[in-house]
Structures are given as C-alpha cells and as structure tokens.
C-alpha cells in the first residue's frame, strides 16, 4: 500500500561559476512524494521511505511517520484524488495565512514611517531651541 503528498519544490539555478543561486523568477514544480505502508494499527498507519543507499541487502526505513486512519487533515493520503485535494486546501490556507501577514507588515511599516518622521521633527526642535 502507497501513500501520496503533493509539495511544491523551487529548485535552485546555477550562475556561470556553476555556484548555486535564487532563481531570477518563481518556477514552482508541484511533485507527488509517494511513502510506503510500514505498519498497520488499529488507529492508523506508519508510513516512510527507505534507504537507496548501498548495501542494498540490508535497506532501512530513514524516516517514518505515523498518520491517522480517521482524521480529517494528514501528513499523506492513500490515493492522489485525496493528496492533491489536500494540498489544494493547504496551499489556499497558506496563502491566507501570507496575505494577513503581508498587510501586518505594510501596516507595521507606515507606523514606522510616521514614527521616524515625528522623531525627526522632535530633534529638528531640540537643536533649533538650542540656538
């Protein structure tokens, strides 16, 4: 049995030197990462990857994860219909999540403005009192 997550990944580019550096724009790639059924209980699954690293005799789960056979949100899905809807869901709440987080931050900033023009103005008084 297989589970699925979609992710969206950026990948880096590489400039003449061959360093890595930030894309000039976003190029998002949405992937479906794909686990294996480790162990089933009563309440729900362990779910991980292996290890492709030699010696391939004796291969070894590198990361597990225990998700819910009855919860509404979780980590990965039997079929790809429920991940990719789930990741539809994540995506939209994250954005909203940005958004509230990007005008906190325009608004934050304004004040700041504001703030550093009053502070300029109190010392622009200081010295010219002081003459």
């Not at 030197?17 to 089933?40: A, H, Q």
């Not at 219909?81 to 990741?87: D, I, K, P, R, V």
Request: with cysteine; proline share 5%; hydrophobic share 30%.
């Amino acid at each position: 049995m297989k589970f699925y997550r979609y992710e969206t990944v950026q990948y880096a580019e590489h400039d003449f030197d061959g360093d890595f550096m930030r894309p000039s724009f976003p190029n998002p790639t949405l992937e479906c990462r794909e686990y294996v059924l480790i162990k089933e209980t009563p309440k729900g699954y362990w779910i991980g990857f292996y290890s492709y690293k030699p010696p391939y005799d004796n291969w070894k789960y590198i990361w597990k994860k225990w998700v819910s056979k009855t919860s509404k949100k979780r980590f990965a899905y039997p079929s790809r219909e429920e991940a990719l809807n789930n990741y539809i869901k994540r995506t939209e709440r994250r954005i909203k999540i940005l958004e509230w987080n990007l005008e906190l931050c325009k608004g934050g900033l304004e004040k700041a403005k504001i703030k550093e023009i009053q502070i300029q103005n109190e010392y622009k008084l200081k010295s010219q009192n002081e003459i």
